[in-house]
């Protein structure tokens, strides 16, 4: 395994391990490397989120485990969001998304931007009872 396969690995490992402290250290060891940012978020720091979504299927975490993981990633990418490389990126795709809870908008958001579509918050609404998702590229 080489630096970089390494660094992906542990920021992975940060953030299912709830390790929202040590995940800044490892993006910065990672984006200082001169790696590309986008890569660690899609395959460092998504894969551990994947990982954590994985084993509250499995029931082995719950809600408030998930919201940890959010945070570890939330951290992470704070490090690595300034690096992320924006030539070529005029033309962006308008997304319209519905969601209930601010986690799943929060997910998603970062997840579009990355992905350098545009993202805006129309309006938020709360219910305890439903959770729902919808996705609509113009």
């Keep these: 395994m080489n630096d970089k396969e390494r660094l992906l690995s542990e920021m992975d490992r940060c953030v299912v391990e709830m390790e929202d402290e040590e995940v800044v250290n490892v993006a910065k060891e990672y984006v200082d490397a001169g790696y ?19 084993l509250y299927e499995e029931e082995e975490y719950f809600v408030p485990e998930l919201l940890i993981c959010s945070d570890a990633m939330y951290n992470g990418l ?61």
């Design 78 to 138: 704070e490090v690595l969001k300034p690096h992320l490389k924006r030539e070529g990126t005029d033309h962006k795709i308008p997304v319209i998304i519905g969601v209930v809870y601010d986690l799943g908008r929060e997910d998603l958001k970062y997840t579009i931007w990355a992905g350098m579509f545009k993202f805006r918050t129309l309006f938020r609404r709360q219910r305890k009872s439903r959770a729902g998702l919808s996705v609509c590229l113009l």
């Design 36 to 54: 590309d940012a986008y890569e660690g978020i899609t395959e460092g720091l998504s894969k551990g989120m994947e990982k954590a979504g994985e």
